[in-house]
Every structure is written in structure tokens, then in C-alpha cells.
């Protein structure tokens, strides 16, 4: 079975900082997606950034970039240039190829707070 | 507005109570994904359906209950409700943007209180 790790339950930096969050999954397949949410106070959930697991490039959208390394099954997120917009909870969140259920595995999360 | 429409909002309700969380999903997507999420917990998922069938079942309580109407609009059941039933319900459904998955997208969730 699919699993997602995060392993920073919570962080914290300075606003304008740079801070990377990690994302380790297993998984045997081959053909796979990669999801970044993010939940701010307001509770509501926001799609970050996703990643095709067979483009070697690593998605980036704005601020957010991520460091796919398909060997070793880690899943990064980078935001620079750090707001305290960004102070809410990450969660990663795998879903395999080819799932006729399209369901979703979620790591437990990370908080991040931004502090100014 | 992401397109998932859920209601309530709040929900303040006694033990032992019975309640019932409405979802619609995004047009167009035929998918309904149930999920609770205690205070600073993660996301737990519930159950699925897709046009009407269940289609995949999580850590759901035999109290929960759920089922997804010819019109796609789905209900989550919960009864015979105790303090910890107390959190934030989302539903989402699959977010849109062509071929291959893009994600969910969620609604804003209705906060359950059991007092």
C-alpha cells in the first residue's frame, strides 16, 4: 500500500525567507501523481502545485517550486520569498496511475507559520 | 468559488443528535469524496461515490452514513453524534483541467460542534 510521510510536523521562519517543506512516499508504481495543498487558517484547502510522476521536470507555479527525485520518492516543496500569506498547513498527497477511484493518499501535514 | 458547494456551514447540535452535511459537486464531475478532519488533525477519509454508487469506503463509522442522488448532490448522515464527532466535514470531487487528474477540488466544509 501507498504511503505518504511528512516528517516536520511544524516550522517556522522569517518573512522573506526561503523554506522547504518534505514529502517522502512509497509506492511500487511507476506512473503516479504528486499534489501540494495548502490549509490556511480559514480551513479551506487549496490546491499548491502538482507533478506527473513521468515529467522529470519540477512544476513550479509563482513561489512555489518543488524537488521531484523519483529515485529516491521525495516530493519537496520550496517557497521562496516567504508572505505571511503562506503561515498554513501542507499537505502532500499521492494518487497512483491508473486508480479507477481516483483516491488520493494525504501525508499528516506540516505547519508552517511565517512569522514577520 | 471552487465549485463544491457544501451546507451548512456551522452546525451546533447536542449528543445523541442526528444530523445530516449536504455536498453538491462541481459541475461537469461526477465524483463525490467525503472527508473529516478533527482540529489540527489531517484528513481522513470517508467515502466515495461516483454517479450514484459507492465506490470506495475509509475509516467511516457504522453511525455515518452517506449516499449521492440522481442530481450528484450528496449527504453524509451522522448519528447518534458524541463529542467527538466534533469537526470540520469536507466533501470535493475531482478538480477539472483536461485530460489526466488534476486533484480535488474542495468545498469550504461544514464545522460540526457537538456540545
Known amino acids: 500500500a501507498q504511503t505518504v510521510t511528512q516528517s516536520q510536523p511544524e516550522m517556522s521562519v522569517q518573512e522573506a525567507e526561503t523554506v522547504t517543506l518534505s514529502c517522502t512516499y512509497d509506492t511500487s508504481e511507476n506512473n503516479y501523481y504528486l499534489f501540494w495543498y495548502k490549509q490556511p487558517p480559514s480551513r479551506q484547502m487549496i490546491l499548491v502545485i502538482r507533478q506527473e510522476a513521468y515529467k522529470q521536470q519540477n512544476a513550479t507555479e509563482n513561489r512555489f517550486s518543488v524537488n521531484f527525485q523519483k529515485a529516491a520518492k521525495s516530493f519537496s516543496l520550496k517557497i521562496s520569498d516567504s508572505q505571511l500569506g503562506d503561515t498554513a498547513m501542507y499537505f502532500c498527497?499521492?494518487?497512483?496511475?491508473?486508480?479507477?477511484?481516483?483516491?488520493?493518499?494525504w501525508g499528516a501535514g506540516t505547519k508552517l507559520i511565517i512569522k514577520p | 468559488d471552487s465549485g463544491v458547494t457544501q451546507t451548512p456551514k456551522h452546525l451546533i447540535t447536542a449528543t445523541g443528535q442526528r444530523v445530516t452535511l449536504r455536498c453538491s459537486p462541481r459541475?461537469?464531475?461526477?465524483?463525490v469524496y467525503w472527508y473529516q478532519q478533527s482540529l489540527d488533525q489531517g484528513l481522513q477519509f470517508l467515502i466515495q461515490y461516483y454517479n450514484g454508487e459507492e465506490r470506495a469506503k475509509g475509516n467511516i463509522l457504522e453511525r455515518f452514513s452517506a449516499q449521492q442522488f440522481p442530481d450528484l448532490h450528496s449527504e453524509l448522515n451522522l448519528s447518534s453524534l458524541e463529542l467527538g464527532d466534533s469537526a470540520l466535514y469536507f466533501c470535493a470531487s475531482r478538480a477539472g483541467g483536461g485530460s489526466g487528474f488534476y486533484g480535488y477540488t474542495f468545498g469550504s466544509g461544514t464545522r460540526l460542534t457537538v456540545v
Open positions: 498527497a499521492f494518487m497512483k496511475g491508473g486508480d479507477s477511484n481516483y483516491q488520493l493518499i
Open positions: 459541475s461537469g464531475d461526477l465524483s
